[in-house]
């Protein structure tokens, strides 16, 4: 499988804002059956942070998901808090989420999208007040390069501000790239399309635990309200139902003054 696996990611465009974009401009499906390895298409996962973000959030205040995608938890966000805003790198992921939340139902007026890439400089300025803003974010840190973790990390400080939070939940599989791979249904005989859709289209994830979230996010400058293991839903692509959940970890941040 090893070589099947390299020869699958070398095809990735290495600029990571076009690989993300050139990605999104080819799905046509969403939800459980659809192309997106990460979108379980129901709202499980989502249920479970419920509680947490309630706990933690400062309800005043808008909530930005950084990374919305297609925005499936930026909606689900607008279920709980008074204004949402997504934010994506890609402008066809931005354009789809937008299309979705037409025909979706819930309160829509709560919702907007905008393009920014939260790892260029100032890409905080203008998503929020002077009161600060929370955040959203899963399953984007673990994808990022160390460069691009401290940048990100940057601007949340500056959006979350005096009184915003940050919420974040990341994939922690402890494995190998073959490990990883195999526990979400790969085998010698084939990869699942929308695994292998991601290994061939998209830059080579990492993982994202307390070791990681220490390091980029440390303690002299955020204060850790609440952390702990998670399981990150994926899209269902076997008939064994574990195969679709991976380890994870959450954490709930504020910046220190």
């Known amino acids: 499988m090893i070589p099947k696996l390299a020869r699958l990611s070398r095809s990735a465009p290495k600029d990571r804002p076009l690989a993300w974009d050139k990605y999104w401009a080819g799905i046509t499906a969403t939800g459980a059956g659809g192309e997106v390895l990460w979108d379980s298409g129901r709202d499980h996962e989502f249920l479970g942070y419920r509680d947490v973000l309630l706990r933690h959030l400062d309800h005043d205040l808008p909530v930005v998901d950084a990374g919305c995608g297609h925005g499936s938890f930026t909606r689900a966000l607008a279920g709980i808090f008074r204004e949402v805003v997504g934010v994506d790198v890609s402008a066809h992921a931005v354009s789809r989420a937008r299309a979705e939340l037409e025909t979706a139902d819930g309160p829509a007026g709560r919702v907007r999208f905008e393009v920014r890439d939260m790892t260029a400089p100032d890409a905080a300025l203008g998503l929020?007040?002077?009161?600060?803003?929370?955040?959203?974010?899963?399953?984007?840190?673990?994808?990022?390069?160390?460069a691009d973790q401290a940048a990100l990390v940057e601007n949340l400080r500056v959006l979350a501000g005096s009184r915003g939070t940050v919420f974040l939940a990341e994939t922690n599989?402890?494995?190998?790239?073959?490990?990883?791979?195999?526990?979400?249904?790969?085998?010698?005989k084939g990869i699942p399309g929308p695994l292998e859709r991601a290994i061939r289209e998209l830059p080579m994830?990492?993982?994202?635990?307390?070791?990681?979230?220490?390091?980029?996010?440390?303690?002299?400058?955020?204060?850790?309200?609440?952390?702990?293991?998670?399981?990150i839903e994926t899209n269902p692509m076997t008939d064994v139902a574990e195969q679709s959940l991976v380890p994870g970890y959450y954490a709930v941040l504020r910046p220190r003054p």
């Open 205 to 231: 994830p990492g993982h994202f635990g307390p070791a990681e979230r220490s390091a980029v996010l440390p303690e002299e400058t955020w204060e850790l309200l609440e952390d702990g293991a998670v399981a």
């Open 128 to 146: 929020a007040d002077e009161r600060g803003a929370n955040v959203f974010i899963r399953g984007v840190l673990h994808v990022l390069s160390p």
């Open 173 to 188: 599989f402890q494995g190998n790239p073959v490990d990883y791979v195999s526990h979400l249904g790969a085998t010698t």
